[in-house]
């Protein structure tokens, strides 16, 4: 029985063209080109998903993973759950809309890192990898002996690394950029759920082709 994670960052998105914080409010959703890679990415995907078995499409619930993930879901006769465990940082209601420089320079904490938030108010690194990782491990656990399409962010996909990968909550090394539609695949033999943790294999990582 074999479980696979297919993580997908969201297309090219409004918030980033506008450098604002797009959180649940002001994520403008995708651009022309976010919408374009989001049906390029739907037809990559049915085209691989005749040996994958059942397949389900998860996202999380901000609107440029939702835009993202809703052509995907078609393509496979799917509905899309949103589930906001896969959320890129839970950043506060302060800086919804608020541009990337000025969070940075006026709300930036020092000393910001893996255990303290890097801004006054948010969630710090590790919170974000273990709310992503459970949210992976659950959703895993759900669909055991299927295929598992994830539309999230950059942090969802970093974040697989620990929750799947099971390094902790700091990489020994960095992750290159990842690219809007790529695609990073887990697979398991193991059952999900179990105790010690399920041995994935990483198939690929950062897959835009």
Same mark, same amino acid.
């Given at each position: 029985?074999?479980?696979?994670?297919?993580?997908? #960052?969201?297309?090219?998105?409004?918030?980033?063209?506008?450098?604002?914080?797009?959180?649940?409010?002001?994520? &403008?959703?995708?651009?022309?080109? &976010?919408?374009?890679? $989001?049906?390029?990415? $739907?037809?990559?995907?049915?085209?691989? %998903?005749?040996?994958?078995?059942?397949?389900?499409?998860?996202?999380?619930?901000?609107?440029?993973?939702?835009?993202?993930? $809703?052509?995907?879901?078609?393509?496979?006769?799917?509905?899309?759950?949103?589930?906001?465990?896969?959320?890129?940082?839970?950043?506060?209601?302060?800086?919804?809309?608020?541009?990337?420089?000025?969070?940075?320079?006026?709300?930036?904490?020092?000393?910001?890192?893996?255990?303290?938030?890097?801004? #006054?108010?948010?969630?710090?690194?590790?919170?974000?990898?273990?709310?992503?990782?459970?949210?992976?491990?659950?959703?895993?656990?759900?669909?055991?002996?299927?295929?598992?399409?994830?539309?999230?962010? %950059?942090?969802?996909?970093?974040?697989?690394? &620990? &929750?799947?990968?099971?390094?902790?909550?700091?990489?020994?090394?960095?992750?290159?950029?990842?690219?809007?539609? %790529?695609?990073?695949?887990?697979?398991?033999?193991?059952?999900?759920?179990?105790?010690?943790?399920? #041995?994935?294999?990483?198939?690929?990582?950062?897959?835009?082709?």
């Amino acid at each position: 029985m074999r479980t696979r994670m297919v993580l997908v #960052r969201h297309g090219d998105s409004v918030h980033k063209a506008q450098r604002v914080i797009g959180g649940p409010r002001a994520c &403008g959703g995708l651009t022309p080109l &976010g919408h374009a890679q $989001a049906a390029q990415l $739907a037809s990559r995907v049915e085209a691989q %998903a005749a040996g994958w078995g059942p397949v389900a499409v998860y996202s999380s619930t901000l609107r440029r993973a939702r835009e993202t993930a $809703a052509p995907v879901a078609g393509r496979l006769g799917v509905a899309a759950v949103a589930d906001c465990g896969l959320c890129t940082w839970h950043t506060p209601a302060y800086a919804d809309g608020m541009p990337v420089v000025e969070l940075h320079r006026d709300h930036g904490l020092e000393g910001g890192g893996v255990f303290r938030p890097f801004e #006054r108010g948010n969630e710090t690194w590790a919170e974000l990898v273990t709310r992503v990782s459970r949210a992976l491990v659950d959703i895993a656990a759900r669909h055991r002996g299927g295929t598992v399409v994830v539309v999230g962010h %950059a942090e969802t996909v970093a974040a697989s690394f &620990g &929750g799947l990968g099971l390094l902790g909550h700091y990489y020994p090394f960095e992750l290159a950029n990842v690219r809007n539609a %790529a695609v990073t695949e887990w697979v398991t033999a193991d059952d999900p759920a179990r105790f010690p943790p399920a #041995r994935w294999t990483l198939v690929r990582f950062n897959d835009a082709s």
